[in-house]
């Protein structure tokens, strides 16, 4: 993590679903495994500042993977909402979007256990959220304050999402393996320092390969 004076703790919006499989403080002899998800072009469409749950568009293959995940992972999401940072939609906004969103999911036998949000932008909005925090991917707080809540091994645990700072999120967090999926931004990701584990071209593939890794 970086550990600049200038970054301080990030208190992330957390949604836990009402059909969660699991409750936060789990007893500390109960150690998980977790797939954790990117929103915005992961599993959903990224049309730049979503404010109203009527516009998501789910992506293909989205139930299906996280049916083929949930027997073995906990599914968590975790992902960067600026758009409460620049008085878009509030917090209680936010998680109605997230209410919608888990519950077609829901409907449709695909279980989310929480949604982590990071609503702050050091460069964007008014005090609480115009702050540097270590949230924000890739700074990896979403991802450990879950582990935190959930007992996460994070060392068996992975990270799926379509942006290389999902990516350096990831692994800063130590997980076991890092999946960037297909989009404008894979393309630069060779000329980067930061390099996924895997590439996948859509989020069946990159379920798949979670699955053969994980049984390796």
């Keep these: 993590m970086n550990n600049s004076a200038n970054i301080v703790g990030c208190q992330p919006i957390i949604y836990r679903p009402s059909n969660t499989r699991l409750r936060i403080k789990t007893s500390s002899s109960q150690k998980h495994k977790a797939i ?37 992972f906990l599914i968590i999401v975790v992902t960067n909402q600026s758009v409460v940072a620049r008085g878009l939609i509030n917090e209680h906004d936010l998680s109605r979007i997230h209410r919608s969103l888990v519950e077609h999911l829901y409907v449709k036998g695909a ?24 949230g924000r991917k890739p700074q990896p707080g979403m991802l450990l304050r879950a582990a935190t ?36 931004k894979m393309e630069v990701a060779t000329t980067l320092e930061v390099r ?16 053969e890794h994980s049984a390796a």
Excluded at 197 to 206: D, N, R, W
């Design 36 to 72: 954790f998800f990117d929103r915005d072009g992961t599993i959903i469409e990224d049309i730049g500042y979503l404010t109203h749950a009527s516009n998501i568009r789910f992506l293909l293959g989205v139930e299906e993977s996280i049916q083929m995940l949930q027997d073995k």
């Design 196 to 211: 996924p584990t895997f590439f996948a071209q859509s989020l069946i593939e990159a379920t798949k390969l979670v699955l």
């Design 149 to 184: 809540d959930f007992n996460i091994q994070l060392n068996q645990s992975y990270l799926i999402g379509d942006k290389l700072s999902d990516i350096h999120a990831g692994q800063r967090a130590e997980v076991c393996a890092t999946i960037l999926l297909k989009s404008p």
């Design 111 to 134: 279980n989310i256990d929480a949604i982590y949000s990071c609503p702050h932008h050091p460069d964007s909005g008014s005090p609480p959220y115009n702050i540097q925090c270590d």
